[in-house]
């Protein structure tokens, strides 16, 4: 089945503690992106990457690292995580960059920083 | 500054009724408008997109509607069901400055069908 893969789920840390949210796609596609989810606020694009060892930052992307070494994966890094990163993580990926291509979001990952 | 204003933030329906939700513009620049359904505890998932150089497009019982001089686009659900029940993201594409395609977001609209 094609789809997007995040885990964990759910995830309680504590300020400060390294953490890694992992996302893989199965569907061969270039471009893949990280966005948090915040009520009132909308969907905010945190990282995006075109392909392999490419990757630039989104609107909101203080905080968090990413690395695309392999096509399928793409992990969101949050080296000193703080309560205002508190969120609902969607990692997302399209065949490619161009106007109509869709993209595909993974089931997120709900963030608790205490 | 929100570049896509979506409204309204919430909706209720009656089953078999029409929702209506609506987005504006201002951004000339932006050329393809895709509409996104998230359900409770997925991710979005696109739902039907149409290009400014057409009015309307029609996909079973969800259309969109656009208006290219008020800057304007619509989603209708025809005959709403329960199954309907979700949140529903309206976007538009545009260049970034590194030359990549962008969604920009509307902050989206809760439809709840009452059986």
């Known amino acids: ?114 | 500054q929100q570049q896509v204003k979506q409204s309204p933030q919430s909706l209720i329906v009656q089953k078999g009724g029409i929702s209506i939700i609506n987005c504006a513009y201002e951004n000339t620049a932006f050329d393809y408008f895709p509409w996104y359904q998230q359900f409770p505890g997925k991710g979005p998932a696109l739902l039907i997109a149409i290009r400014p150089d057409v009015s309307e497009k029609k996909e079973g019982r969800f259309t969109i509607s656009f208006n290219k001089s008020a800057k304007q686009f619509s989603l209708h659900i025809m005959d709403s069901q329960p199954g309907d029940s979700a949140t529903y993201f309206c976007a538009a594409t545009e260049f970034n400055a590194g030359n990549n395609r962008k969604l920009i977001w509307g902050l989206g609209t809760s439809l709840a069908v009452n059986p």
């Not at chain 1, 490419?54 to 994966?73: A, I, L």
Request: charged share 20%.
């Open chain 1, 1 to 114: 089945e094609a789809q997007v893969t995040q885990n964990p789920r759910y995830l309680i840390t504590v300020t400060g503690k390294k953490l890694t949210v992992t996302c893989s796609q199965n569907m061969n596609h270039e471009y893949m992106s990280w966005y948090r989810q915040d009520p009132g606020l909308g969907l905010r694009q945190i990282y995006y990457s075109m392909n392999v060892e490419v990757t630039d930052k989104g609107d909101v992307p203080e905080g968090y690292k990413v690395s695309r070494k392999e096509k399928r994966n793409f992990p969101l890094i949050l080296e000193s995580p703080s309560p205002n990163q508190t969120s609902l993580y969607f990692c997302a990926s399209s065949p490619s960059s161009v106007y109509n291509s869709p993209l595909h979001f993974g089931n997120g990952t709900r963030l608790t920083v205490t």
